[in-house]
């Protein structure tokens, strides 16, 4: 029978385990479900929705080369999807499904509700693991529980995955035309992207040349510059890692083809990258392994408590890079501008809002997943609570950057503080990170809203009494 291969975080068709199943099992007829006032729900903003809906067109294209047709279903939210996708199986003459799995709690939900719904139609259901190197549940620490920490779930990751040449799956062969089949158009919705999409051209093809080219001109310089936002030191394959476009197995086959196949030494540059990608899968364990944080709750369950502050006035502040900490504003203004943040940035303004401003970390996660372009459950939110001391690994509540420090260090020029503060620009370098306040009144920048040492005091003494 015909095979429906289900897309949804995988938009791709390159080492994709339930397309090459489904292919060698009969002729394929693709899926992809719009749930739009879901994916709202869940917080993403338009410049992700609209690289999601070009992801998805990319898609259709790279399945037509393999005379695969891609139906779409408008389902607006997950509750839809089962009876949907039954009806569409049905009328295709489809008898298995196909799909990848996802980690989020209502993903979970809906996917047990397919699953169950097409068994008790008598078709066949087949998932997989095949979005991360090593499945939620393949790692676990001595007393069978899921890790809580990086570092030992780094360790046994490696362990797992050993030296061997990571193999990939097979792309399958173009396929006979399936009668009376087509493709569907997708009818691209309104949408306020406020970014130059130009720079985030959607698909495959695109997250495979990104990738070609860190490798070749970019990684060499990772382990010493990856700190540094001036630097373009690193990837920007986090929206594509994000929908599948690519997959974490050719990334990591393709830097372990530059560091004689090995995985956890040799070259420190690329060891320390592939480790980057052990973190993205390291969140996905956490959202299976604890689901409270796919539901709004903290990690560490005794931070349930914290009176965070409820100041919108600050909040706002920091939202539009207003705060008069240079680093900090330059960082959110490329957040803004470009629908994505440098990591040291990103640690750098979620320590900032919830350390010296004092303001629920679920506020900055929300904000960031408005603007991010690789705005993704597991991630953003194991940064967030790691940055506000409530997560796996957390960083002890008594770190706290100091923005001033952090930007001497990690911006010592200020040319990314200009970048997207060009009102700093006539400042001598040395002034970029902290302007006096005649300073600030001639650019027109803003004073602090904070000041840096009472603002850590403060937070000292909210962390403690808890
Ligand atoms: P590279 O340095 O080239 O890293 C390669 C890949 O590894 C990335 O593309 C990403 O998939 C993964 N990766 C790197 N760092 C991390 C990390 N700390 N945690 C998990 N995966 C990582 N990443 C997202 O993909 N989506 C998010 O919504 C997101 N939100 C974040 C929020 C906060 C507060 C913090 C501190 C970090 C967040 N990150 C998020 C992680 C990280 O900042 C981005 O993945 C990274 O900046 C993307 O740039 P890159 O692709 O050039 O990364």
């Known amino acids: 029978g015909n095979q429906l291969v289900w897309f949804r975080t995988d938009l791709r068709i390159h080492d994709h385990a339930a397309l090459s199943r489904a292919a060698a099992r009969g002729p394929c007829i693709a899926v992809c479900t719009l749930t739009p006032s879901q994916w709202r729900e869940h917080g993403h903003g338009d410049n992700k929705l609209s690289f999601w809906y070009r992801g998805i067109e990319a898609l259709s294209t790279d399945l037509k080369s393999l005379r695969i047709p891609l139906k779409l279903i408008y389902a607006d939210t997950y509750d839809n999807c089962p009876k949907a996708l039954l009806e569409l199986a049905q009328s ?39 979005n991360l190197v090593m499945a939620p549940g393949s790692l676990t620490t001595n007393d069978d529980a899921y890790y809580k920490v990086f570092t030992p779930f780094y360790k046994a990751w490696l362990k797992a995955v050993g030296d061997d040449e990571l193999s990939l799956y097979d792309t399958p062969s173009r396929q006979a035309p399936i009668k009376g089949v087509e493709s569907d158009t997708l009818e691209m919705p309104k949408l306020e992207s406020a970014i130059d999409e ?45 929908l599948g476009m690519i997959s974490p197995r050719q990334c990591i086959a393709a830097a372990m083809g530059r560091n004689d196949n090995r995985l ?18 390291f969140y996905q364990h956490v959202l299976v392994g604890f689901p409270r944080v796919s539901m709004h709750q903290p990690f560490q369950e005794q931070t349930k408590k914290f009176k965070w502050r409820q100041s919108t006035k600050d909040f706002d502040a920091w939202c539009a890079g207003e705060t008069g900490y240079p680093l900090v504003d330059a960082a959110m203004k490329q957040l803004i501008k470009t629908g994505w943040m440098h990591n040291r940035l990103r640690m750098v303004t979620a320590m900032f809002l919830t350390k010296h401003l004092l303001i629920d970390w679920r ?53 990314f503080i200009v970048q997207y503060l060009p009102c700093l620009e006539p400042l001598a370098k040395k002034h970029r990170h902290a302007p006096r306040k005649e300073q600030r009144k001639e650019c027109g920048y803003p004073e602090p809203i904070v000041d840096h040492k009472a603002a850590r005091e403060r937070a000292l003494d909210a962390f403690k009494a808890l």
């Open 92 to 130: 295709l003459e489809c008898t298995d499904l196909h799909f990848s799995n996802q980690y989020g709690v209502n993903e979970r939900t809906r996917d047990e509700a397919v699953t169950t719904l097409f068994q008790d139609n008598d078709l066949n259901v087949h998932r997989d693991d095949a």
């Open 198 to 242: 130009s720079q985030w051209p959607a698909g495959t093809e695109e997250a495979e040349n990104r990738l070609e080219y860190f490798l070749r001109y970019r990684v060499r310089h990772y382990d010493d510059k990856r700190d540094f936002p001036y630097a373009s030191s690193t990837s920007t394959l986090s929206a594509y890692l994000a």
């Open 264 to 281: 956890g030494d040799g070259d420190a540059s690329i060891v320390s990258w592939i480790s980057e990608l052990v973190w993205r899968e």
């Open 363 to 415: 506020w900055g996660e929300r904000f960031f997943l408005e603007h991010l372009v690789d705005g993704e459950l597991g991630a953003n939110n194991g940064g967030w609570q790691w940055s506000a001391s409530t997560g796996t690994d957390a960083s002890p509540y008594f770190r706290i950057f100091n923005p001033t420090t952090q930007s001497e260090r990690f911006d010592p020029e200020g040319h």
